[in-house]
Each structure stands twice: as C-alpha cells, then as structure tokens.
C-alpha cells in the first residue's frame, strides 16, 4: 500500500475533505501538481471520496461519475465476449496472481474500486515469440444505464511477440475500468481501447503501461459514445531502447464529456516517446479534456519525445480544455516538446475549397475528416478505420441537419 499523506491538525479537527493527492509542507498544505508525486494505493478508503476541487478531478463532473466511487454490488453491468483470438485469453487472474498486479499500482479512487471489485481479471497473453497476425478483439457490451461493473484486464505480451489487441465498448453502464498492459523486451505490442458506448453511459478507465527494453507499445483511445468517458493513460518507457506512441482520436456531442489525463515517464535511456491526441466538439455542453504530462527522468538520457494535443471546435456551446506539461531531469536528450492548439474551422482552407467550387458543408466536412484521419490511419485495421470514417461522417451529418 502506497504511504498516505497526513493532514495537518488543524485539518483534521474539521470535517473538510482533504485531498489525498497533497503533501505536507512547512508553509501548510500543498496540494501535488505533478502526476508522478500523486498518491498510489489499492484501497479505496486511502482516496476518500472527490469533491471536484482535487488536481486530478477538477475537470471532471464528479456527480456524475459518483456511481463508480464505490464497489458494483452485483458487478453484473457488462458482459465480455472474444471475437477473434480466443486462444489466447488464458486462465483468469485473482489478485494477487502474476502478472496482475506485477505493474499497475491505483492511483485515484475509481482504480482502487476496479481492483477491489474485480474478483477475476480477464488475461490476454501472446506468448513468446509469437506473431498475430489478426487481431484479438474483446467486446465488452453494457447491460443497462443503471447496473455497475468493476473490472481489471491485464494484457501481456512476452518477449519478442507481437500483436494488436482491440477492446470494444458498447451499449450502456457503469463501469469502472483497470487495463494493465505489460509490453516485455523485444515485444511489438498495440493496444486500441475503442468507446461508443450510448449516451447514458459512465466509463472511468485506468490504463497502466510498462515497456520493457526494445520494447514498442502503441496505444490508442477512441471515444465516440457514452455519457462521461474518462479514459487515462499512463506509460513507462522502462528499459532501454524502448518505444510508446499514444494516439487519442475523439468526437463529442451535446452533452457528452470524453477525457483522458496522459501521462508518459521516460525512465530508460534512448527511448522515444510520441503522443498526439486529436478531438472534435460539436453540440450544447459538449466538452474535451486532455491533460498531457510527460517526464524524462534522470536515467533517460539520449530521449527523444513530444507530445501534442489539437482540438477542433465546430460549434457555439462547446469547449476543450487542454494542459499540456513536460518535466525534464536530465541534460542529455536529443529532443523535447509539447504543443496544444484549440480552434475552430480554419477560414483560409474553406475559401480555398470554395474558391474551387467546393460547398461550404462539403468544405468542412472534409476539413474534419483530413483533421481526424490522421490518427484513424495509425490504427492498422483497414476494417476499423473505415468504420470509425463512417461513425465521423455520421456526426458530421448531424451538425449539419
């Protein structure tokens, strides 16, 4: 269990919540800013319960994720089916049992919940030096607005193995989530976290990662569906050599909040780090959040990493929130940056398309698909690109209409 901080006495003489991600200082107390400082512990009475003035909950509408600040009861809200790759689902892990647990360490309340309330998790395992040349898809259906579900997912792929795994999200729940992705030496793994989830949906995920030495690890959230998605995930380039791309594509409607707090910790030497997160916003109320934190620690030297985020707004209404951080301990690194840009239609590219005898609603519609296909074609998965081309367009009928 990770080491707690201590309110001061004259905080706890108060029925105030005091954040868990804080420390003690001399001069009071001093809530932590930096994602590698944040408290770590698989009970959830170590977090208390979010107010919404916490560092990693302030974005967040903590009243409606409320459902998930406590164990499912009935832990009945999904059910999970392999579509293809069956064979290499394996045993299911208890806590407790390698690998579960070899890495992920809850670092917020909902994460705590997820561990505490998964009795078994789903383990997808490629083994040693075993190529996959199709996908292994896992689809994870809600069974209802109002019935919860915990789980923990551990996907491991062993040295010198290579596969693409997809979870897909649909239907409608509660859910609380823990994926735990171990990328061992040699291994080309991606990982491709898929959400169109129905409007009443509320999906908190933790994703942990670690890559090991020469190591690659793609990762990708898409969120198309659902209420409140917060999908964060969190990479540790951890032997030397090793590789993490982190790609999010995302498209908010009326009322929809999708957000996702990166992290990526270089800890090897000669590792490169990429993320680049795209989204649009269209609709009343419908808002992004991306906070992107990357560090270089203090053995990563020769690291080469970058980290953008863009958002496109189409709409009165709507809004993206987006922080990006970089903290560097290390004087040799090849290179470093990060870059954060919202906006809406680029107005010189419309009177291009027009000046050529394009349609105003024909220019944008294809100024939005050159924006987000970008990250579409990262995928590797003709089917699913053309699937989420079609789920773009749809939107784009929409606000259209």
Known sequence: ????????????????????????????????????????????????????????????????????????????????????????????????????????????????????????????????????????????????????????????????????????????????????????????????????????????????????????????????GGGVVRVNPNLELSGNGSEGRMYGLSYADAGQHFESQVYLHHKGAHTVGDVLYKGALQGESAHSVWIGDVLIGPDATATDSYEANRNLVLTEGARADSIPNLEIQTGDILGAGHASATGRFDDEQLFYLQARGITEEEARRLVVLGFLSDIVQRLGIPALEAELLVAVEVELAAVNA
């Open 1 to 224: 269990m990770a080491a707690q901080a201590t309110a001061p006495a004259e905080a706890q003489d108060t029925n105030a919540h005091i954040d868990p991600a804080a420390q003690v200082a001399d001069a009071g107390f001093v809530p932590v800013q930096t994602r590698s400082e944040r408290p770590r512990s698989f009970e959830p009475d170590d977090f208390g319960v979010p107010s919404g003035r916490e560092v990693n909950w302030k974005h967040t509408p903590t009243a409606r994720v409320k459902p998930l600040f406590a164990v499912a009861a009935q832990n009945d809200g999904v059910t999970y089916e392999t579509l293809s790759g069956a064979e290499y689902i394996s045993a299911p892990l208890a806590a407790g049992t390698a690998p579960r647990g070899e890495f992920f360490v809850p670092e917020d309340l909902v994460a705590a919940v997820a561990w505490q309330g998964s009795s078994e998790g789903l383990h997808v395992r490629i083994p040693r030096e075993t190529e996959v040349s199709e996908p292994v898809v896992i689809s994870i259906a809600g069974q209802g607005a109002e019935r919860r579900a915990d789980a923990h997912i551990v996907i491991e792929a062993l040295e010198h193995s290579a596969a693409t795994v997809v979870l897909r999200h649909s239907g409608s729940a509660q859910y609380a989530q823990n994926v735990e992705i171990i990328a061992r030496a040699g291994s080309r793994l991606s990982v491709i976290s898929v959400q169109q989830w129905e409007d009443d949906a509320v999906h908190a995920a933790s994703h942990q990662a670690r890559v090991d030495a020469d190591a690659q690890l793609k990762h990708f959230v898409v969120t198309f």
